[in-house]
T-cell receptor
Framework: EADIYQTPRYLVIGTGKKITLECSQTMGHDKMYWYQQDPGMELHLIHYSYGVNSTEKGDLSSESTVSRIRTEHFPLTLESARPSHTSQYLC????????????FGPGTRLTVT | DQQVKQNSPSLSVQEGRISILNCDYTNSMFDYFLWYKKYPAEGPTFLISISSIKDKNEDGRFTVFLNKSAKHLSLHIVPSQPGDSAVYFCAAGRNFGNEKLTFGTGTRLTIIP
């Protein structure tokens, strides 16, 4: 079983605040992903990384930014939170060898008031 | 343009009967398909996958069928159990899953005791 951790699990924050959602994995996987999911909707890829110092924007435009300074750590930052950022944020990794099943963390439920 | 579609947002099945969840895709470059199960406020959990070189893969109560000509896959759960009640996501990827995944919108399965 994959070991992926996300903190916080739940966050309620006011408009304009800066927040960082943490994602860590202990498996040494190079590829990591951030998804955003609204209720009843598909998971949208917002950022991904194929290794240290590698980050790319995903299919869904996002005002968030990410960094990948260490293999195990892939934080996502919102410089100025807005109500439109209210969503569930899911972090995932895939192993370097097949089978390439993505393993997901428990997610962060963000509410911006 | 939604490349992975789950046209049934919800499905109710009697306990012990077969649950069939469907998924259609449009991108012929997809060669790897996965099913995930998701409970509220949790991350998706991998269930079963299939590559385009196969048309069937079975794992316990779960079987996935792939019809490449129709660009259609389905997940069969038999027998259905109350613990199967969740949202099921279909996902598709390229390079046998070694690249980012595209998700469907999910089907909420309810197993009726």
């Amino acid at each position: 079983e994959a070991d992926i951790y996300q903190t916080p699990r739940y966050l309620v924050i006011g408009t304009g605040k800066k927040i960082t959602l943490e994602c860590s994995q202990t498996m040494g996987h190079d590829k990591m992903y951030w998804y955003q999911q609204d209720p009843g909707m598909e998971l949208h890829l917002i950022h991904y990384s194929y290794g240290v110092n590698s980050t790319e924007k995903g299919d869904l435009s996002s005002e968030s930014t990410v960094s990948r300074i260490r293999t195990e750590h892939f934080p996502l930052t919102l410089e100025s939170a807005r109500p439109s950022h209210t969503s569930q944020y899911l972090c995932a990794t895939i192993p370097s060898l097949p089978p390439y099943e993505q393993y997901f963390g428990p997610g962060t439920r963000l509410t911006v008031t | 343009d939604q490349q992975v579609k789950q046209n049934s947002p919800s499905l109710s099945v009697q306990e012990g009967r077969i649950s069939i969840l469907n998924c259609d895709y449009t991108n012929s470059m997809f060669d790897y398909f996965l099913w995930y199960k998701k409970y509220p406020a949790e991350g998706p959990t991998f269930l079963i996958s299939i590559s385009s070189i196969k048309d069937k893969n079975e794992d316990g109560r779960f079987t996935v069928f792939l019809n490449k000509s129709a660009k259609h896959l389905s997940l069969h759960i038999v027998p259905s159990q109350p613990g199967d009640s969740a949202v099921y996501f279909c996902a598709a990827g390229r390079n046998f899953g070694n690249e980012k995944l595209t998700f469907g919108t999910g089907t909420r399965l309810t197993i009726i005791p």
